[in-house]
T-cell receptor, first 113, second 111 residues
C-alpha cells in the first residue's frame, strides 16, 4: 500500500539556519505530493505541492522537489525564522483512492532566536 | 473564496456521553469531505470520507459514525464516548483530484 516516511523530530535550529526535513514515499501509480504545516492548536495548512515528477513546489521560502527516482520529497528552506516553528507533515494522494491523503507522522521544528 | 468551519472549538465530555461535531464548507459545491483524528503527539488518522450526500465510507471500525445530511455539511457522532476518543478532530474538503483543505479543528477531551 501507499505510505510516507518522515524523519523523526524534533528538529532544533537557530534562526537563519538551513532547514531540511526528509520525506520518502512508497506508492503505486503516480501520486501527488504535499507538505502541510500545523501551528500549535490549529488545523493543517497546505504549504506546497507537486503533482508530477521533477515538479518543484514552493511557498513562503520553502521548497520541495518531486524526485521519482529516489521516491523523495524533501522540504527545504534557506533561512528559517522563529515563526516557522510548527509541525510539518508530508503527504501523498493517489487519484485512484478517492483522493485520500496518506500522511507521514509529522516532524516538529523548533527555531530559537 | 472557500471557507471551512468546525464547531465547537473545544469540548470536554464524560465517558459514556454522546457526541456531535459539525463541519460546514462554504464557497464550493459537491466537495469530498473528510474527518480525521489526531491523537496527542501523533499523526493523522482518516476516520470517514464522503463523496456526496448520504454517502459515507468508514476507514476505521469504532464507536464513531458520520453523516452528511447536506452537500456541504458533515457531522461526526458517537452514542457513547470512550476515553480513547480524546483527540483533535479535523474536518477537510477537496474538489476532484486536488489537495485537501482543513478546518481549524475541535479538541475533544473525554474525562
Amino acid at each position: 500500500g501507499n505510505s510516507v516516511t518522515q524523519m523523526e523530530g524534533p528538529v532544533t535550529l537557530s534562526e537563519e539556519a538551513f532547514l531540511t526535513i526528509n520525506c520518502t514515499y512508497t506508492a503505486t501509480g503516480y501520486p501527488s505530493l504535499f507538505w502541510y504545516v500545523q501551528y500549535p492548536g490549529e488545523g493543517l495548512q497546505l504549504l506546497l505541492k507537486a503533482t508530477k515528477a521533477d515538479d518543484k513546489g514552493s511557498n513562503k521560502g520553502f521548497e520541495a522537489t518531486y524526485r521519482k527516482e529516489t521516491t523523495s520529497f524533501h522540504l527545504e528552506k534557506g533561512s528559517v525564522q522563529v515563526s516557522d516553528s510548527a509541525v510539518y507533515f508530508c503527504a501523498l494522494s493517489d487519484p485512484r483512492s478517492f483522493q485520500k491523503l496518506v500522511f507521514g507522522t509529522g516532524t516538529r521544528l523548533l527555531v530559537s532566536p | 473564496s472557500q471557507t471551512i468551519h468546525q464547531w465547537p472549538a473545544t469540548l470536554v465530555q464524560p465517558v459514556g456521553s454522546p457526541l456531535s461535531l459539525e463541519c460546514t464548507v462554504e464557497g464550493t459545491s459537491n466537495p469530498n469531505l473528510y474527518w480525521y483524528r489526531q491523537a496527542a503527539g501523533r499523526g493523522l488518522q482518516l476516520l470517514f470520507y464522503s463523496v456526496g450526500i448520504g454517502q459515507i465510507s468508514s476507514e476505521v471500525p469504532q464507536n464513531l459514525s458520520a453523516s452528511r445530511p447536506q452537500d456541504r455539511q458533515f457531522i461526526l457522532s458517537s452514542k457513547k464516548l470512550l476515553l480513547s476518543d480524546s483527540g483533535f478532530y479535523l474536518c477537510a474538503w477537496s474538489v476532484g483530484y486536488y489537495e485537501q483543505y482543513f478546518g481549524p479543528g475541535t479538541r475533544l477531551t473525554v474525562t
